[in-house]
């Protein structure tokens, strides 16, 4: 956390309660985690991409495929960069809204993402599959982009996730050794996936590690909340709905997990309170219902492809 002006009251609060970063367990754990429900999810659509070319012998494509996911790998580092470096460079009052705001905006992205992902994942791949084929079509430029939009859209929410989850351990640079040991782990299952080594059921794995991203998400918001109430753009900063300092110990090791992963504070604010319950509240019910998934295009023939040749598995 940064230092606000002096006789800022509501800021030396915050920064005394922060003030002790996570362990790095605890960071490494959280971001960890992320690294590979997202680093999995990504790589599930790459294997699509890639089993369809080779089952539809258009082996020739798949440079292009790979430079759009190159492509896609090297924006989403350069997101994740511009944010986290760019608001560590702000201090005062300008830092605070700025870290809030950029909570809010995670929070509005990744939720959108969730959602979206648990409506579509059962169909993503005859989606993705039927998408190939037309820009096989069109040439190596739709290709390029195809795969381009499919791994970016995954990476901007790792970045967004761990932008948001990465505020609450200050400077530190494990949350980011986390994120890549997690990616690394997705890559060799997506890897074993692919070769048939490990089976994974996709849609346990992407519920329980979803509902995990909802109660993160959850932090972030109520993190952001506090942030613009530092910062003075939003009321009730001084109004705690309970304050359990004195008996929370936040270097114990469920302190360390409730603060490090899920930005708990022993002395939120009612506002914090209200929007973290309400965000669970509306949000979980939503992820968790039950969807009837839509009947996704058939791959054109018209390239030589086989509409039965790609049985890759479902993320959901």
Do not use: C
């Amino acid at each position: 956390m940064h230092v606000l002006a002096s006789g800022a009251v509501l800021a030396a609060d915050s920064l005394a309660a922060e003030s002790t970063a996570p362990s790095v367990w605890t960071q490494l754990f959280g971001s960890g985690l992320i690294g590979i429900r997202e680093g999995l999810e990504t790589g599930i659509v790459v294997m699509i991409l890639v089993a369809f070319l080779v089952k539809s012998d258009r082996r020739d494509a798949l440079k292009w495929v790979w430079l759009g996911v190159a492509v896609a790998v090297l924006m989403v580092l350069g997101l994740f960069a511009g944010i986290h470096f760019g608001t560590s460079t702000v201090t005062g009052t300008a830092a605070e809204l700025i870290s809030g705001i950029a909570s809010l905006v995670a929070v509005a992205i990744v939720t959108a993402m969730v959602l979206w992902m648990r409506s579509a994942a059962a169909s993503i791949s005859g989606h993705l599959r039927a998408g190939l084929s037309r820009a096989l079509d069109v040439g190596p430029l739709a290709v390029t982009a195809l795969a381009f939009f499919a791994v970016g859209r995954e990476g901007v929410e790792t970045a967004l996730l761990l932008v948001g989850y990465a505020e609450n351990a200050g400077s530190s640079a494990w949350p980011l050794v986390g994120l890549v040991a997690g990616v690394a782990v997705a890559a060799a299952l997506t890897v074993a996936l692919y070769f048939g080594a490990v089976r994974i059921n996709f849609a346990r794995f992407f519920q329980y590690t979803g509902a995990f991203l909802v109660l993160v998400a959850a932090g972030i918001l109520g993190y952001g909340v506090r942030a613009l109430q530092i910062g003075g753009v939003l009321p009730g900063g001084s109004t705690m709905a309970f304050d359990w300092s004195g008996s929370f110990d936040a270097s114990s090791w469920y302190g360390t997990v409730l603060q490090g992963i899920f930005n708990f504070r022993p002395d939120p604010t009612v506002a914090q309170l209200v929007v973290w319950v309400a965000y669970i509240v509306i949000v979980l019910p939503l992820f968790l219902r039950p969807v009837k998934p839509k009947p996704a295009p058939a791959p054109q023939t018209g390239s030589g492809q086989n509409p039965q040749a790609a049985d890759e598995p479902q993320t959901a």
